[in-house]
């Protein structure tokens, strides 16, 4: 489960854009860290949301994706994010747990905290769909 | 107000990193343009949902900016995507308008097209808010 | 489609409840209307947001259902609904439009207006998923 | 803080319509009840997703209210719910809780269970921004 998430994970060349890992994969639940790169800021000097929504979306989709047979993968259907706070700080985790793992939908959601001075801060939760597609071989 | 977005959106380094240009600019409504990079595609080969997003919800931003006072800015509080297809071709136009300028909240939407082979495909929609803040000096 | 939209509709003993019918029926649109009655205000003498939504998501799943074959029903899978300004007025017209018709889920849009006094009040939007599923015989 | 939140869900008219109570107040979180009605039922005899969102919305908003002032009440800015199945049973609660106290956006979530057989079953999930609104005297 751990190996076919984090092959999958390497192949995606935004969380190498991002600069994001994967730091824990368990049955229903994956946590991705991500460092603030001065290349993904906003105008303000804080993360840019689309920092905070790539790495909470993809700890999200791939907490479903450890739930899935070998032969399916996942795609975000849907998914929200509310912004709690402005996002500074060295580093973001976010992590993504099933909350419903049905035969067509699975319910997610996700947990951004920024870690800045020691201090861990809860910026970001999300809620979204992801649904199983044949893997193409 | 072409200008203030401007020079807002030079300022965003995730928009470069993205490869991301403001393409027009109208009162409420303003369009950014993105190329699907090499650098941004998830592990099926498609643009990554955290592109898509970011576009999505930098025009969306912007496009309540246009409606502000110079001493203000906003910020996303919350936005929903729904992705209606995988996204491959070329290129990302992403379109915000603003649905409701009220004085606490803006009501914001967002449609993202790929354009493929010429065609243009709509690919997510977006609704959202973003808040009003006062602009730090 | 109409009729069947109609005979549907009638077997939900909630609109009822609310007082809601069936305004108009077209392929992927369909428009539902509700008196603000006394019974379905919340403390401020507004009209509650879960009449708003109860005849947003309703409208929206039934022009879902408009395009599903005789033997299939719809649910709604999610929705999000932004709200716009406070209700009231006499009467809320409900328009539900499919904007992406999948096989598996089909990606729709509401837009909630007032009418007060004859003028007529964007006062919600939203965004959701319904999913097609077998109809139970 | 338990009789500000009784005395305002009493007048609420759309509660006592779905035949809703208030089980629970607690600083930022509050419990809602109602049993499933013939009057609230959809067309193939579940719980109707309107009934499900208005107690959800109450019980969230509600655990926001417990954070305000005196002279302050809130107002649901936008939330989204996630149906997990579809509901019947006996009776729903509605769980709504503070996730982040703003000085101008209250986030909040509420999960929504079922009672059936005496077994709790998760149904829906739902996430929003509430915002503090001056009391009108």
Redesign the interface.
């Known amino acids: 489960m751990t190996e076919r998430v984090t092959r ?2 390497e ?4 969380m ?3 600069g994001a890992t994967i730091h824990k994969v368990e049955k229903g639940k994956v946590t991705i860290i991500a460092p603030i790169l ?7 000097g804080y993360a ?4 905070t ?2 790495i909470g ?2 700890a999200a989709g791939y907490s479903a994706l450890t739930m899935m047979n070998d032969d399916q ?1 996942v ?12 996002v500074d700080g060295e580093i973001l985790t976010a992590e993504g747990k099933v ?2 793992n ?1 035969k ?2 699975v ?1 997610v ?1 996700s947990e951004i905290h920024s870690l800045k001075d020691r201090k861990k801060n ?1 910026v970001a ?1 999300m ?3 992801m ?1 199983p597609v044949a893997l ?1 071989t």
Chains 1, 2, 3, 4 share one sequence.
């Open positions: 999958s994970f192949s995606q060349n935004m190498k854009t991002l001065p290349s993904t800021l906003q105008q303000h840019h949301a689309g920092l929504f790539s979306d993809s993968e795609m975000t259907a849907e998914i929200k994010i509310n912004l709690l706070a402005p909350l419903k049905g067509r939908l319910v959601s809860l939760i809620q979204g769909t649904i193409k």
